[in-house]
Nanobody, 114 residues
Framework: QVQLVESGGGLVQPGGSLRLSCAAS????????MAWYRQAPGKQREVVAS???????TYADSVKGRFTISKNISKNTIYLQMNSMRLEDTAVYYC????????WGQGTQVTVSS
């Protein structure tokens, strides 16, 4: 069974940091396209950061310079390091992988609030 399991969400103050993890099981995705998406209440799901199998990385303009996507091949896991967080980063964050078909994680809530 293929699964993407996110963890690391929670409550953080503005200016704070969180690191999200997405552990893949059932298939190895490290050589495939993977990404982090987020969906805020009342808004469409949007891509935050993505990484191709070759390691090419793209960020949404709203998170450039603050968020970093990375992967640990041996753990079949990708990460999203989020720094200098803002109120508008509040959303449910989803892990995504493409390997013939699209796979989604269940999402993890990130809330930025003072």
């Amino acid at each position: 069974q293929v699964q993407l399991v996110e963890s690391g969400g929670g409550l953080v103050q503005p200016g704070g940091s969180l690191r999200l993890s997405c552990a893949a099981s059932g298939r190895n995705f490290m050589s495939n396209f993977m990404a982090w998406y987020r969906q805020a209440p009342g808004k469409q799901r949007e891509v935050v950061a993505s990484m191709t199998g070759a390691g090419s990385i793209t960020y949404a303009d709203s998170v450039k310079g603050r968020f970093t996507i990375s992967k640990n091949i041996s753990k079949n896991t990708i990460y999203l390091q989020m720094n200098s967080m803002r109120l508008e980063d509040t959303a449910v964050y989803y892990c995504y992988a493409m390997k013939g078909v699209a796979y989604w994680g269940q999402g993890t809530q990130v809330t930025v609030s003072s």
